[in-house]
């Protein structure tokens, strides 16, 4: 059974970076196939691994309630759905990647949303790991669109407002059945000098810090040029998102 691993925060803490890592990581350590999928309507996962984004999931959903008149004859609905899911994925070496896209517009989803579940959830068991990059905020998880993982990552930074959403995060997880295994916390940019304010305020929340990953400019450089993260070899990050594939694989990640 796959791995899974949700990536969430609030916004511009490093979501999409940790989740780029991961799977990068993942990849070299030939935990693979991995599944990679970009839950955030921004839809900016695609870049950092070198792909361009394709059709999403969203896409899909639009073309097919436009289309639902017009099957080709003998085609079921489902097997349409498929087919076009099929087509969404984009495959890279080691990882697919599935891209989500904007959520429902004003149509009647909900068969649609159960084929598109049921098509993700018979692909699942095929991979070694899922990885999940999250949109900002709280209403992927209170709609519980982030269900049945092994991780979910809490990402905070300095900005004091990311504490604050990492406490709703914990507050809302606690209250709903969301079927997340295991909860961690995972600091990423904060300066070294505030680093133990930053430990004094996160002891408020009851899940546990599971790792500092620190400002690395040769991976802000690399971001800002354009590169995929996979340019980045021998930062001290590394270490740390192996820390995270460890903790939640139960795997030595270091060898
Ligand atoms: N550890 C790090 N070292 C250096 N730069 C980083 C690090 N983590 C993230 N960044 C930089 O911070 C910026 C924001 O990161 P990212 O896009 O991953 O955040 P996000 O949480 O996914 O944002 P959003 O909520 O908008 O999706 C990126 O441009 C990236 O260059
Ligand atoms: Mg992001």
Redesign the pocket.
């Known amino acids: 059974m796959a791995k899974s691993i949700a990536?969430s925060?609030?916004?511009?803490?490093?979501?999409?970076?940790?989740?780029?890592l991961l799977i990068t990581r993942l990849c070299r350590l030939g935990q693979t196939p991995v599944l990679a999928i970009d839950a955030?309507p921004?839809s900016?996962l695609a870049p950092?691994l070198g792909l361009n984004s394709r059709k999403s999931i969203g896409d899909l959903r639009e073309e097919i309630l436009q289309e639902i008149k017009n099957f080709p004859p003998g085609m079921s609905k489902p097997q349409y759905v498929e087919a076009g899911l099929h087509q969404i994925i984009e495959e890279a070496d080691g990882f697919d990647l599935i891209t989500m896209g904007r959520g429902e517009g004003a149509g009647c989803y909900c068969s649609l949303n159960n084929m598109i579940r049921k098509f993700s959830d018979d692909l699942t068991p095929s991979y070694s790991w899922v990885v999940i990059?999250n949109?900002?905020g709280l209403e992927h998880i209170s709609r519980r669109t982030t269900s049945n993982i092994d991780a979910l990552l809490i990402?905070v930074s300095d900005n004091p407002l990311s504490l604050h959403s990492a406490k709703k995060i914990e507050e809302i997880t606690d209250s709903l059945d969301t079927r997340i295994k295991n909860r961690y916390l995972v600091a990423?940019?904060v300066q070294d000098h505030r680093l133990p304010v930053i430990h004094d305020r996160l002891s408020d929340i009851g899940i546990e810090l599971l790792c500092d990953?620190?400002?690395?400019?040769e991976?802000?450089e690399?971001?800002?040029k354009g590169e995929t993260v996979k340019e980045l070899n021998n930062s001290p990050?590394l270490d740390h998102i192996d820390e995270i594939i460890n903790k939640v694989g139960g795997l030595n990640a270091n060898s």
């Not at 925060?9 to 780029?20: C, E, L, M, P, V």
């Open positions: 990536v925060g609030k916004g511009g803490t490093g979501k999409t970076t940790i989740a780029a955030d921004d900016n950092l990059d949109e900002a990402v990423n940019m990953i620190p400002f690395d400019p991976l802000e690399l971001i800002y990050i």
